[in-house]
């Protein structure tokens, strides 16, 4: 079995996808904010995707209950505010507001056969449109830099072409966008995995070849 999150630029499993680079070039912890630094980055961003999985996502009812909750399981009850905020923004972004609107799903796993093996992962938010299903994974980001956060989305090309594979096969629907809503002290940043249908020729070709671990 592979799961997704194999499929990285790093060549590996991230510790905390949520939080991590996926990248070579990743800014040294020192240049990070407080929130995204050590046990704190890990922390922050699970708290954010907890509370996301389970709040309202169109009114945002519940949200201050949530993340108090997740705060205190994460033993961060100082990183309220900070917290409460990156939610805002992901509830408050475009692609959220979209799924809010229609048919979503949270946290869904999607499993596939590929090339005699499983490929499987954890999707964020998928929601249907008319013409099929989106899927949308949170990313955790210290800079709003589109330029920066566009090299960051193809440390997770393969990622995201994953999901989409699994989520195709699972479901017999059309994957129509793979979306990566980065969550930063700025504000939610969206950015949509390009070439799709490229992407998931070569993560099934990889697959298919016994490809787990990618070296850049």
């Known amino acids: 079995t592979i799961a997704a999150t194999a499929l990285t630029d790093e060549g590996g499993l991230d510790a905390d996808p949520e939080i991590t680079d996926g990248l070579e070039k990743r800014p040294p912890d020192m240049d990070q904010p407080p929130w995204l630094k050590g046990r704190y980055g890990s922390a922050v961003g699970r708290a954010v995707h907890g509370v996301l999985q389970t709040v309202d996502l169109a009114t945002g009812d519940g949200v201050a209950d949530a993340v108090a909750a997740q705060c205190q399981a994460e033993a961060i009850p100082e990183r309220v505010d900070t917290v409460t905020k990156l939610v805002a923004d992901a509830l408050g972004s475009s692609i959220v507001q979209e799924a809010a609107a229609r048919s979503y799903w949270r946290e869904v796993y999607a499993c596939t056969p590929v090339g005699g093996r499983l490929l499987e992962g954890y999707i964020d938010l998928l ?39 699994s989520v195709e096969r699972s479901t017999g629907e059309p994957v129509r966008r793979v979306v990566f809503l980065f969550l930063t002290p700025g504000g939610a940043v969206e950015i949509e995995l390009g070439d799709l249908d490229d992407v998931k020729a070569e993560v099934e070709r990889l697959v298919t070849d016994g490809v787990e671990v990618l070296v850049p």
């Open 127 to 165: 929601y249907r449109v008319d013409d099929g299903l989106v899927v949308v994974d949170y990313k955790t980001a210290a800079t709003t830099d589109r330029t920066q956060l566009a090299e960051r989305v193809e440390g997770y090309r393969l990622q995201g072409g994953s999901y989409a594979i």
